[in-house]
């Protein structure tokens, strides 16, 4: 292992592969920015560009545009309140107030450190613990990833803070959305009101555009006559070095959250998407000041750019040991495996042991030029930004989102369906409901439904069919996790009134 190590890095530090790695950063960056455009297409879309390259470089080239494609969801995310990609949704939650009140620069320098922080993390359980890890991603069976969704959609009640009520109507109605088309298991065709385009289902970037995007557009519309949204901060001297030591601070949340989107990272079928929810619902949890969240705090950043990156390496963990793709683009990756000829499994780093710990090592050294990179990319990005005038800024911004709907299957029916969504999504922000929610709801959806019908069918075997949900030590593991997700809030309510009434008495006294 560490003679390939040295020789990978011997294949890496050339003049060739340097500028492959920065090329593809950029690309990979410039497409996570533009809502739509999720990692998987950035992915997809590069891979016959890789045809003519040996399977090291085009390894190499496809790795760098996915980390960096999770990373430039965030500047979206924070500049105009829209995730990039789903792994995002997160960021506008602190970002987007962070650059409001004129700290949009400070904002992406913390995503940009977070990020590269959580790289580093989940490529570093990838070079040294996949093979154990993989075997326990190997247990989760249906039944689990059943009390798993139950479990994401428990954190409804810490994102939705200010209106639990509110918050878990808004899951309802993104699980109700996620029930439209055919069914995932049955194949039965469900709520299309007699249109056969319903019965794809609705496409979950689709939701997020229309959820997040059209609602901030059509508010820049109706306060045209106020000041732009967001305040252009002149340039702080020292703001680089000042930010990198906030976040290096934050060890804790840094640590938390890159180990939890490794760890989801892993699990088939979960991804970024719901990794930064649950890092950042866990960093609101173990807060002293969980009310500070949403109003444009670093810890927010911290925690959804940090978990989000490190599913990079952790989706490549059971992908590389055992030939499962942990998320869609390490889909693709599989393909690109297959394609030269490289079959993923334990033979993978015996037989091909250069070319993996190439790739690996890759990663490494991506994540360490994403810093630069993404600096002058953000500062580009954040000037242009906050100099547009409203009246050129919304048409730009409805222009990019009928082009990142209509691009996702090339179906004119989900631009409208965004648009539906959007304004709908307008209403519910009117009447103080939160797209978190809601997106929640709409991602754990498939995943639940899938969980628990496969459960119900492996409970025919057993006297009891419901049984199969608490037979397993890890399924009771999940529950007790939802319950204690459940009640957090109201255990945090009643111990911050008994806190105030001692300091009340310590200051009397």
Request: hydrophobic share 50%; aromatic share 10%.
């Amino acid at each position: 292992m560490l003679d390939a190590i040295v020789a990978s890095f011997g294949n890496i530090f050339t003049v060739k592969v340097i500028l492959m790695i920065i090329a593809g950063l950029f690309g990979g960056l410039m497409a996570g920015a533009l809502p739509g455009l999720t990692a998987t297409m950035a992915v997809a879309l590069l891979v016959p560009f890789t045809f003519t390259m040996n399977p090291t470089e085009g390894l190499i080239v496809l790795g760098a545009i996915y980390m960096a494609c999770i990373y430039g969801g965030s500047f979206s995310a924070i500049l105009v309140n829209t995730p990039g990609t789903p792994s995002s949704i997160g960021t506008t939650f602190d970002g987007y107030p962070m650059a409001k009140r004129g700290e949009g620069e400070r904002a992406i320098l913390i995503a940009t450190f977070s990020s590269a922080y959580g790289g580093v993390i989940g490529v570093l359980f990838l070079l040294f613990l996949a093979p154990p890890l993989a075997s326990v991603a190997l247990k989760f069976g249906p039944p689990a990833y059943f009390w798993m969704a139950v479990f994401g959609i428990t954190i409804i009640s810490s994102l939705a803070s200010k209106s639990i009520l509110k918050g878990f109507i808004g899951g309802a109605i993104g699980l109700l959305i996620s029930t439209i088309g055919i069914a995932p298991i049955g194949g039965d065709v469900r709520f299309t009101a007699g249109f056969p385009q319903f019965q794809g289902g609705i496409e979950l970037i689709v939701a997020l555009i229309g959820f997040f995007c059209i609602p901030e557009a059509l508010t820049m519309i109706s306060n045209r006559t106020q000041k732009f949204h967001l305040t252009e901060a002149k340039h702080k001297g020292g703001i680089l070095f000042k930010t990198f030591l906030e976040v290096m601070k934050r060890q804790g949340n840094l640590l938390r959250s890159s180990i939890l989107g490794t760890i989801v990272g892993i699990l088939p079928g979960a991804g970024g998407s719901v990794a930064n929810l649950v890092a950042y619902n866990e960093a609101l949890r173990v807060s002293k000041t969980p009310e500070k969240f949403g109003t444009g705090i670093p810890d927010g950043i911290i925690a959804t750019e940090s978990s989000n990156n490190a599913v990079v390496g952790g989706g490549m963990i059971p992908l590389v040991t055992l030939g499962i793709p942990g998320a869609p683009p390490d889909a693709i990756l599989y393909g690109v495996l297959l394609l030269h000829g490289l079959r993923p499994g334990p033979e993978l780093f015996t037989t091909h042991s250069e070319v993996v710990y190439t790739f690996i090592m890759s990663l490494f050294v991506a994540t360490i030029l994403m810093i630069p990179v993404g600096i002058i990319s953000g500062r580009l990005l954040h000037r242009t930004v906050v100099r547009l005038p409203i009246r050129f800024l919304a048409p730009i911004i409805f222009f990019l989102t009928i082009i990142g709907s209509y691009s996702i299957r090339n179906n004119v029916t989900d631009i409208y369906i965004m648009l539906t969504l959007g304004v709908l999504g307008y209403i519910l922000k009117r009447l103080d409901f939160h797209p978190g929610p809601i997106t929640l709801g709409l991602i754990l959806g498939p995943i639940g439904e899938t969980g628990f019908v496969q459960a119900l069918l492996m409970g025919q075997v057993l006297p009891n069919k419901w049984m199969i949900f608490f037979i397993h030590p890890l399924s009771w593991v999940l529950i007790i996790l939802s319950l204690l997700s459940l009640g957090w809030p109201l255990l945090m309510k009643k111990f911050s009134k008994r806190w105030k009434i001692k300091e009340m008495t310590i200051d009397e006294n």
